[in-house]
C-alpha cells in the first residue's frame, strides 16, 4: 500500500499545531505496520532540519502565473522514524508558509511532481490534510492521475478562503470548481469546501466531531455539502506519540516521576525517576519558583496550553470564570500566543495576582512539558475541539483534564473516571465542575489517586488509529493490502 502523506507543518521540522505532531506520529505508526507511507511538505527557510541529511531527488517544472516556475524535490528522513519525507523547494512562492498561494502552489507542485515521476515513486492514495492540500483532489481528477485522495479535516473553522486570482495561475478552469458556486456572494474559492467535494473519502479527527459537523451548530457553513457526502466521513481518533513525549518528559524536567510500584527505584541517563505523586509535587515548587509564583506544596495549579484563538478555545468562559474566583487560593499558569486582545485581557488578571497567576504568551515547548508535569488541573474549555491533543498529553503525564464536552474531548475523557467534563457552555458550568475537581483534590485524595492513575493507563497510542486508517485506505481502494 503506497501512500503519500501531504501536510503544510511537520513536527520537528516545523510545527504550527496540533496537524504537526499528527503529521510526524501518524505516518510512523502506519509505517510500523507495514504500510509504504511517505510524507511531503514545502521547503519554507524556517525549517529546522537539524541533522537529516537530505538528498537531492530530481526537479520539475510547470506554469504558474504565467510564468515557467521550477520546483526542485529533497528526501530525508524524519528523527527517531523511518518514513521518508518530500521537501520541494522553490524560491518564490514556497519559502514562506504565508504567501497568498503557497498552498495552491504547493499542492501544483505535489501533482507535477508525480506527474513527472521525480519519485519514481508514485502513490496509490494521497492522503490531504486541512486546506492546505484540499486543492490536490481536484488537480488529481483535472490530471487524471489514477490515484485515490482521502481528506482529514483537523479544523472545519479554518478553510482557506482566497482570491478566484490563484484558479487563473493554476490555469483551471472556473466551472470545474463547485465551490464557486456556494460561495456566490464574495466570489472567493474555498480549499476546504473543493476538498470535501472532490476527495474520495473525508475523514476528521474524532467520531464526535463526525458527527458535530454534519450540524449547521458546528458545520462552520459546510454541513450541508458534508450532509452530500454522508456515508462517505469517518471519524478517528487521534493518539499521541508516547516515546516523544516520554523523551521530552525525561530532558526537560528536573523530576521526572512514572507510576512506580511500592519501594521502586529507578534511574534513566543518571536522574531518578520519582513515584507520580512526589515527582508531581517537585516538579510544581520547581515552576512556582520559576514563573516567580508563590511556592507552596499546598496551592492547587491550573493550567491553560493552547493557541489563544478568537472562538475555539473557550477563552471567554476561562476569562470569566477566572474574573468570578478568588484567584487568591489556587493558581493559574497560561502557556499560549495569538490574539492579542486575549492576551492583554489574561494579563490584566496576571498584574492583580502576580504570584497566583502567570501568563506566558509564547510558543515554548520546555516550559509546555513543564507545566503538564506540575500542574494538578489542565483546563480546555473549547467551544468546539475537533479531536485536542493537550488533554491526551496531560492524562499521560498525570494531569487531569477539566474539559468541554465536545468533539474529542468528549471521545477521549472519562467523566469522574479519568478527569471531568462539564455540558453546557458558560462560565458558571465551568466553574461548577473545577470547583468539583478542586474539591476532589483537597478533599479526598484517595479518589484523586484513583482518577490520575486512571489517565496514566488511557491508552492514546497511535496504533489505534492506524489500524483504522488502513482500513479506510482498503475501503477506497478495494484492496486488501
Ligand atoms: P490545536 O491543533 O487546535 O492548536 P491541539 O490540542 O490539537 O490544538 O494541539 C496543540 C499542540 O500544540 C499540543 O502539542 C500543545 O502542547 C502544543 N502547544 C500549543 N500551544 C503551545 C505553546 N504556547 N507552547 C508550546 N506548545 C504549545
Redesign the pocket.
Known sequence: MKILFASWEL?PFF????????ARSLPNALNSSGVDIRTILPFYDVLKLGRSKKIKMGKCSFNYGGKKEVVEVFSLLSPRSKVPVYLLRNKHYLSDALGIDTFAFFNMALIMMIKSNCLHWIPEIIHCNDHHTGFIPLLVKEYKLPIKTMLTI??LAYQGITSLEVLDKMGIDKSKCPSLRWEIKSRQINFLMEGIIHADLVTT?SPTYAKEIMTEEYGQGLDEVLNGKAGRVFGIL?G?DGHVQRASHYKDLRYPYLPLLEGEIIYQKKKQIHPWLEGKALNKLALQKKLKLKVSESMPMLAF???L?ET??GLDILHRMLRSMDLNHYQMVI???GSPNWEERLQWLGKFFPKNVSC??????V??TQI?ASADFIV?P?LF?????????AMFQGTLPVAHKTG?LADSIKDGVNGFLFDAYSAQSLKNTVDKALSIWRNNKSEYKKMVEAAMERDFSWAKSAVKYRELYEKITGKNF
Open positions: 513536527d510545527k504550527f499545531g496540533g496537524l504537526g505532531d499528527v483537523h479544523n479527527v487521534n499521541i496550553i493552547g493557541r484563538a475555539q478555545k502557556l499560549g500566543s506566558n504568551f509564547k510558543f515554548d515547548n516550559l509546555a503538564y480546555i473549547s475541539e475537533p479531536c485536542g491533543l493537550i488533554q491526551m498529553i474529542g
